[in-house]
């Protein structure tokens, strides 16, 4: 395969040396590597420089709202990279750091011409790539809503920037990418990369780092080398791989003010703290304040094979980062057989088997750390001899760089022989041309309607259910008002038989449903009634029905008007009609 590395930096540093690894192991099962960036320091293979010079051509990059919302980014100029890239002619491109030192970015919108035909891996060394623009969130999520309220302040977010701006800018950018997949050394990245709007629709695969395990290896007579640099062999070296405060991230404040809490004076007696870099005038001052504190800044060291020494000659690494991905600091440690406590930041706790290859300790955890550090300075030289064997045999075993080219392979091999496949899965997700837009926008639709049909279903369901429980609330209520009127009507007619000594005499008017139920449900009624007046006579048994105009009787002692609801429009018709008084009302 022909592979382009794309990455906005490849100076030798433990981020792009990872690249250049990476490089070298595909060279050796033969394929052709081509790296693109604009800087000129290669470390080893081919070195294509696409950029002839710094282009810091603001109008073809984004967009002018871009421009006027990121003032302060530079970017390089697009169009000519990508006529150089499609000249060489990839079968499959890499990104790596599309963000560079000092905010200079490849811009995004490469990916885009470029993607439309050559798939696209982009191996994610820390979160730049989804979020808003800061490389680690700790534990802020806001990436997962548009970066729109940053909790960041300091060395993460800038001022001058709007992290919202670039992360609809990334989104919108995309979007328009056909054919892209993501591979990721550590779970933890993989997990973030995931949560992400941005992301969350892509094939990831995790695939660690590798290291040159002949470099990174125990160096031979280690007590030579103490001697070169003055430390006495009945010393304890506790390695740190930073020497700043200005790097936040990195932790080293934890550290310092971990050595500083009580009980430390005894912990650092006859031991030694070596910080890789440069001395920081901050460092210094404060661990001028803990007693019997030995320590020795390197400086800038020149090669791996140098560092491999320190790791060498360390006790133990201590790494209290605040924020990582696949630390190489950690696998490089591990590669050289010294165990490392590091805290348990990003990724940092994938590569730790508890005291077996080292401790975890929880992020700024000063007391957790410093607990490590004197259990593992009271363990006896076979212990401390038996976890060095097991930090080793564990690089041999998880960061062979032969391994890290064949996992690679198979996910490069695997798009690049099924490129239509990717292509339109990914068109399908992200709606690259107007058909498949149109299709997502048929496809929202129906699925809204086929929501809104299943919600109906269950509105009328629930309609239906509701219904039947009113007409059984109401029916079971006319039952009870039934029940309650006749009870009340026994009573009134009880209490009026009694006043006329059981004798009685009722007229009823009406011959309605009313009647009919009196007559069932009263006997008073039916056994004392002597005739009922009605102007549509229904046959009622043995009581006479007479019409309303009919010439009242002094045999009746009352008319009673048979209805609950006109029961008052009856009394009146009773009272113009017999001219009577004589009349009863059961409900008024």
């Not at 470029?114 to 800061?134: E, N, S």
């Not at 062999?233 to 404040?253: A, E, T, V």
């Not at 030694?272 to 460092?283: H, M, T």
């Not at 060498?312 to 690494?317: K, Y």
């Amino acid at each position: 395969m022909r592979i382009l590395f794309l990455s906005s930096y490849t100076s030798p540093s433990a981020g792009p040396s990872a690249m250049w690894r990476l490089i070298k192991s595909l060279e050796q099962l033969g394929h052709e590597c081509v790296v693109c960036s604009y800087d000129c320091k290669p470390v080893n293979g081919n070195y294509l420089n696409l950029f002839k010079e710094y282009e810091f051509d603001r109008k073809d990059c984004f967009s002018k709202k871009f421009n006027e919302k990121l003032p302060n980014v530079i970017r390089l100029s697009s169009s000519s990279l990508v006529k150089s890239i499609k000249a060489f002619n990839p079968d499959i491109i890499n990104t790596h750091w599309l963000h560079g030192p000092e905010h200079i970015y490849i811009p995004l919108t490469i990916l885009k011409k470029l993607g439309k035909q050559i798939p696209i891996v982009w191996t994610l060394h820390d979160m730049w790539p989804f979020t808003g623009g800061c490389v680690y969130s700790y534990t802020c999520s806001g990436y997962i809503n548009e970066c729109s309220d940053c909790q960041l302040e300091g060395e993460q977010c800038k001022p001058n920037i709007n992290y919202n701006e670039l992360w609809k800018i990334k989104q919108s950018v995309y979007n328009q990418i056909s054919n892209l997949s993501l591979i990721s050394p550590s779970q933890w990245l993989a997990n973030r990369a995931i949560k992400s709007p941005l992301f969350q629709d892509l094939n990831i695969s995790v695939v660690s780092n590798s290291l040159d395990l002949d470099i990174f290896k125990p160096i031979d007579n280690p007590e030579k080398f103490k001697q070169k640099l003055g430390i006495p062999l009945s010393w304890q070296i506790i390695l740190c791989p930073s020497s700043s405060y200005s790097i936040y991230r990195k932790g080293l404040d934890v550290l310092i003010n971990s050595l500083k809490l009580q009980n430390s004076e005894q912990l650092l007696k006859d031991s030694l703290l070596i910080l890789i870099g440069p001395k920081d005038p901050r460092v210094c001052k404060d661990i001028r304040m803990i007693p019997s504190m030995n320590v020795m800044f390197t400086g800038q060291l020149k090669s791996e094979h140098e560092v491999a020494k320190y790791y060498s000659i360390a006790d133990i690494t201590v790494l209290p980062s605040r924020g990582d991905n696949q630390p190489s600091t950690i696998m490089e440690s591990l590669a050289c057989g010294t165990p490392v406590i590091t805290s348990s930041a990003g990724g940092c706790p994938e590569m730790i088997i508890e005291e077996v290859n080292g401790w975890t300790f929880e992020v700024e955890d000063i007391y957790m750390l410093h607990d490590h550090i004197k259990s593992y300075f009271s363990l006896n030289k076979l212990e401390k001899d038996t976890i060095s064997k097991q930090a080793r045999n564990y690089a041999l075993e998880h960061f062979q760089m032969e391994r890290q080219a064949i996992d690679y392979e198979k996910v490069f091999s695997n798009l690049v022989s099924n490129p239509r496949k990717n292509i339109i899965l990914k068109n399908i997700v992200h709606g690259n041309s107007d058909f498949i837009k149109t299709l997502n926008y048929k496809s929202q639709v129906i699925t809204k309607l086929h929501k809104v049909n299943d919600q109906l279903k269950h509105n009328l369901t629930s309609r239906d259910q509701i219904i039947k429980k009113q007409r059984e609330d109401k029916e079971n209520l006319k039952q009870n008002l039934k029940l309650l009127k006749a009870k009340n009507i026994e009573l009134k007619l009880q209490i009026l038989l009694k006043k006329y000594n059981y004798n009685l005499r009722i007229a009823l008017f009406g011959n309605g449903k009313h009647t009919q139920w009196l007559l069932s449900t009263q006997p008073i009624i039916q056994e004392n009634t002597s005739v009922i007046f009605d102007d549509a006579p229904k046959p009622t048994g043995k009581i006479p029905i007479l019409p309303p105009d009919s010439q009242f009787e002094e045999m009746f002692d009352f008319i009673i008007p048979s209805s609950d609801t006109i029961e008052e429009v009856l009394t009146e018709r009773i009272k113009n009609t017999f001219q009577t008084n004589k009349i009863f009302s059961l409900y008024a």
